[in-house]
Every structure is written in C-alpha cells, then in structure tokens.
C-alpha cells in the first residue's frame, strides 16, 4: 500500500499568504531605508493601498507587486493605468482622513516590485512610479 506523506512545509502557498509575506518583506526593507510605516493596507469603498509612509514630510503610497517569475512582463507590468488611477484616488480619500488635501500635501506613488522565489526575493524599489 502506497500512502502519500503531506508535509508541513510542502503545503502550496495561498495567493493570500504570499501577499502577506511579500507586503511584510516590503514594509520591512521601507523601514530599513528609513521611511516611517503610518498605515498597513488602507482600504476605502474605493480600493486599497497596501504601505503608507512617511519619508520627511512626504507621504508616500507603495503597491507591492509580486510575481514568481518574469512571464507576461514580471512584476511592474502588473500595474495598469486603471490601478493607478485606483491608487490616486484612494490616497485623496486617507489624506481627506487625516485633515490634508492631495493640493498642498507633498505625496508620491512608488512601486515595490518583488521577484523569484517567495524565500529569495529579488526586491526593485521606483519612487515615483506615476
């Protein structure tokens, strides 16, 4: 009788925990570069926006992307005009929150691109993505 052996560390990855992961490995290599987390996936009827920080007195929104692999364009690829767009319009909602407006705010929109293998993650940081 042939038994098949389910190990704990075999188990495929959900799409939710990778998002997890990789939305935690992001936050983390900010933090490194010194930039202040203020909020974790902000999320509004409009969209969500996954990192929030602070880089002086800018207020900068990050999109973590991840992708195994370079198919279909890899990671930055996955961000479309309408994303963007999203993103933009979800920001004017969390300022309106805290009391600013995006008019005399200093914001930015960066992209955190992380590629290959969930354990050995190849990590591009664009400031200023759009």
Not at 12 to 18: G, I, S
Not at 59 to 64: N, R, S, T, W
Not at 94 to 102: K, M, P, R, T, V
Not at 119 to 128: E, F, P, R, S
């Amino acid at each position: 009788m042939v038994r098949s052996l389910k190990l704990p560390w075999t188990k495929p990855v959900t799409t939710k925990k990778t998002g997890d992961i990789t939305e935690r490995y992001a936050g983390d290599f900010l933090v490194a570069q010194g930039l202040i987390i203020e909020e974790k996936n902000f999320t509004c009827r409009l969209g969500e926006i996954d990192i929030i920080v602070k880089d002086a007195d800018t207020y900068v929104f990050v999109e973590v992307k991840y992708r195994a692999s370079m198919s279909f364009g890899g990671a930055i690829s996955a961000i479309s005009t309408k994303k963007e767009q999203k993103i933009r319009k979800t920001a004017a909602i969390y300022l309106q929150q805290c009391g600013l407006n995006e008019y005399n705010t200093s914001c930015r929109f960066d992209v955190i691109a992380l590629q290959g293998n969930i354990n050995n993650l190849d990590i591009t940081w664009l400031k200023n993505a759009f």
